[in-house]
């Protein structure tokens, strides 16, 4: 079945980095586009970053421009999530996804996703 693991979470202080690392298994990876997505509590499941099945096309929410960067490493069946200059604001359970649709590359949409990970904690203290 498929799995996607995701892992590098953790606490760390305002302005440092961490990375994502989701690792995939049971499907067809370079045939899916791939996303990372957000939740702090009490909200709702937010788009983060994604990235196409070539890895040509990228897209991002206006909140990490700049900042995050989504790459992808199709021997390894592996998206990442290079998270600079970390805020507060960035604390939530850090989730990949894996999107089949072959029309619509890179979807910031939660609806588009046909599996998601179990997440990984991002907590960034003040």
């Known amino acids: 079945q498929v799995q996607l693991v995701e892992s590098g979470g953790g606490l760390v202080q305002a302005g440092a980095s961490l990375r994502l690392s989701c690792a995939a298994s049971?499907?067809?990876?370079?045939?899916?586009?791939m996303g990372w997505f957000r939740q702090a509590p009490g909200k709702e499941r937010e788009f983060v970053a994604a990235?196409?099945?070539?890895?040509?096309?990228?897209n991002y929410a206006d909140s990490v421009k700049g900042r995050f960067t989504i790459s992808r490493d199709s021997a390894k069946d592996t998206v990442y999530l290079q998270m600079n200059s970390l805020k507060p604001e960035d604390t939530a359970v850090y989730f990949c996804?894996?999107?089949?649709?072959?029309?619509?590359?890179?979807?910031?949409?939660?609806?588009?996703?046909?599996?998601w990970g179990q997440g990984t904690q991002v907590t960034v203290s003040s």
């Open positions: 996804a894996a999107d089949s649709n072959r029309f619509i590359a890179a979807s910031s949409r939660v609806g588009a996703y046909d599996y």
């Open positions: 049971g499907l067809t990876f370079n045939v899916y586009s």
């Open positions: 990235i196409s099945w070539s890895g040509s096309n990228t």
